[in-house]
């Protein structure tokens, strides 16, 4: 520039032309944002974020195949099947069940004959009968299934119904409980050992989903074994007095008919029992059990007789070692996976490094799916399932017969 010429002002240049070919994240010509091309190879931010998750917290691919759920009419063998009793729970929760279950629904049988027809109609058996014999005379069946109620006394009907199914060379599943005394139970021990069929009991707490995942967590190496144990379950035990007058005294039956629910879980998560210990509250009929498991581990049962009706039924919480598992109302399991710990007195917050945080899973009861259905999450649909595998395969799964009872 020639000396003394004057300086133009810098605000009085011309502006440039805008680019044609904007780099990424600058305007281009047109005004827009160009975005960061995805080349070749190159992963979205999207799933570089999921895959950082997942990497985190431990998780499969969601996009991996999962356990999921084969519906009768798409099972290329079906087990055929009789059912005897058909009350409100044989209704509401186990003949439902059967569309999740490769079972064809042969004949059933109720002495009432009416309600046996109409429950006929609605299912879809071919036949109805009001007694059961005549069904297991005249009907080729693979399995029965059995949901009677208690007789004049009391008792259970399923020992003589499940050993005569047995004997006309079926297999049977029957709900809880099994009998009202041991020899009964060994009367239908006898009969599998004679006849080389087995006997399935409905223990349905360990199928419930929650129970299930929470055992295959306490296997991990990670969590480091099954420790300790505590369940809470409101169970009433009468008076010893009236503790075995299943007619006479009121608390007696339902002791019966609900107390396997909580020995169930501790089957399932703990294994066999060594030994067992109880205290007994009068003035509720709650009682504490204490257990020494084969496996190593102790438990404990409280049978909150005084709990509130309104409360969640069931509480369990499942110790390793620097690890536990708890399951809330049957549903909502929370992982509290292994941490370092906080630096007491100094640490500026009370949040867990993301490797190291609890994981909650909880269903979503919105949409219309299979897992929020109490037919999943109360176990109906799994050991119906199960009931049926075992009778197509001829073997049943150690700890879901009455050969041994819990």
Same mark, same amino acid.
């Given at each position: 520039? #020639?000396?003394?010429?004057?300086?133009?002002?810098?605000?009085?240049?011309?502006?440039?032309?805008?680019?044609?070919?904007?780099?990424?994240?600058?305007?281009?010509?047109?005004?827009?944002?160009?975005?960061?091309? @995805?080349?070749?190879?190159?992963?979205?931010?999207? %799933?570089? $974020?999921?895959?950082?998750?997942? !990497?985190?917290?431990?998780?499969?691919?969601?996009? #991996?195949?999962?356990?999921?759920?084969?519906?009768?009419?798409?099972?290329?063998? =079906?087990?055929?099947?009789?059912?005897?009793?058909?009350?409100? $729970?044989?209704?509401? @929760?186990?003949?439902?069940?059967? $569309?999740?279950?490769?079972?064809?629904?042969?004949?059933?049988?109720?002495? #009432?004959?009416?309600?046996?027809?109409?429950?006929?109609?609605? /299912?879809?058996?071919?036949?109805?009968?009001?007694?059961?014999?005549?069904?297991?005379?005249?009907?080729?069946?693979?399995?029965?299934? %059995? %949901?009677?109620?208690?007789?004049?006394?009391?008792?259970?009907? /399923?020992?003589?119904?499940?050993?005569?199914?047995?004997?006309?060379?079926?297999?049977?599943?029957?709900?809880?409980?099994?009998?009202?005394?041991?020899?009964? +139970?060994?009367?239908?021990?006898?009969?599998?050992?004679? &006849?080389? =069929?087995?006997?399935?009991?409905?223990?349905?707490?360990?199928?419930?989903?929650?129970?299930?995942?929470?055992?295959?967590?306490?296997?991990?190496?990670?969590?480091?074994?099954?420790?300790?144990?505590?369940?809470?379950?409101?169970?009433?035990?009468?008076?010893?007095?009236?503790?075995?007058?299943?007619?006479?005294?009121?608390?007696?039956?339902?002791?019966?008919?609900?107390?396997?629910?909580?020995?169930?879980?501790?089957?399932?998560?703990?294994?066999?029992?060594?030994?067992? &210990?109880?205290?007994?509250?009068?003035?509720?009929?709650?009682?504490?059990?204490?257990?020494?498991?084969?496996?190593?581990?102790?438990? %404990?049962?409280?049978? #909150?007789?005084?709990?509130? !009706?309104?409360?969640?039924?069931?509480?369990?919480?499942?110790?390793?070692?620097?690890? =536990?598992?708890? +399951?809330?109302?049957?549903?909502?399991?929370?992982?509290?996976?292994?941490?370092?710990?906080?630096?007491?007195?100094?640490?500026?917050? =009370?949040? &867990?490094?993301?490797?190291?945080?609890?994981? +909650?899973?909880?269903?979503?009861?919105?949409?219309?799916?299979?897992?929020?259905?109490?037919?999943?999450?109360?176990?109906?649909?799994?050991?119906?399932?199960?009931?049926?595998?075992?009778?197509?395969?001829?073997?049943?799964? !150690?700890?879901?017969?009455?050969?041994?009872?819990?």
């Amino acid at each position: 520039m #020639a000396s003394g010429a004057p300086t133009p002002d810098r605000y009085d240049r011309p502006p440039k032309s805008p680019r044609r070919c904007a780099r990424p994240g600058y305007s281009s010509a047109d005004g827009s944002i160009a975005r960061r091309p @995805n080349f070749p190879g190159r992963k979205s931010p999207e %799933v570089r $974020h999921e895959e950082l998750i997942r !990497r985190t917290l431990n998780l499969g691919d969601w996009r #991996a195949p999962r356990s999921t759920v084969e519906y009768r009419t798409e099972s290329a063998r =079906h087990v055929r099947a009789g059912f005897v009793g058909c009350g409100g $729970h044989a209704y509401r @929760n186990l003949l439902t069940a059967f $569309h999740f279950a490769p079972v064809d629904l042969v004949a059933l049988a109720d002495i #009432a004959g009416e309600r046996a027809e109409a429950i006929r109609r609605e /299912f879809g058996a071919e036949r109805a009968y009001t007694d059961y014999r005549a069904m297991l005379a005249r009907e080729q069946i693979d399995c029965v299934v %059995v %949901v009677t109620n208690y007789d004049d006394d009391g008792r259970p009907r /399923f020992p003589g119904i499940a050993i005569d199914a047995l004997d006309a060379g079926c297999n049977a599943w029957i709900e809880k409980p099994p009998a009202h005394r041991l020899d009964e +139970v060994e009367a239908m021990r006898a009969a599998e050992r004679r &006849t080389g =069929h087995f006997i399935q009991v409905g223990y349905k707490k360990m199928f419930v989903p929650a129970y299930v995942k929470a055992r295959e967590l306490s296997q991990t190496p990670q969590f480091g074994g099954a420790r300790q144990l505590l369940v809470r379950y409101p169970q009433r035990m009468p008076h010893p007095a009236g503790r075995f007058d299943l007619k006479g005294h009121p608390g007696a039956l339902p002791f019966l008919d609900h107390v396997w629910h909580p020995f169930a879980i501790t089957q399932l998560l703990m294994g066999d029992v060594r030994e067992m &210990t109880y205290l007994w509250e009068a003035d509720t009929g709650g009682w504490i059990a204490t257990f020494a498991f084969a496996a190593g581990g102790i438990g %404990v049962i409280n049978a #909150a007789g005084g709990q509130a !009706r309104g409360a969640p039924i069931e509480h369990v919480e499942l110790f390793g070692d620097g690890e =536990h598992i708890i +399951v809330e109302n049957n549903t909502r399991l929370t992982y509290l996976r292994r941490y370092s710990g906080h630096h007491y007195g100094r640490d500026a917050d =009370h949040f &867990t490094p993301i490797d190291q945080a609890p994981i +909650v899973w909880d269903p979503e009861f919105s949409p219309g799916v299979l897992y929020n259905k109490n037919a999943s999450s109360s176990a109906m649909r799994r050991r119906s399932a199960s009931s049926a595998e075992m009778s197509s395969t001829g073997r049943p799964r !150690r700890g879901r017969t009455c050969v041994r009872p819990i």
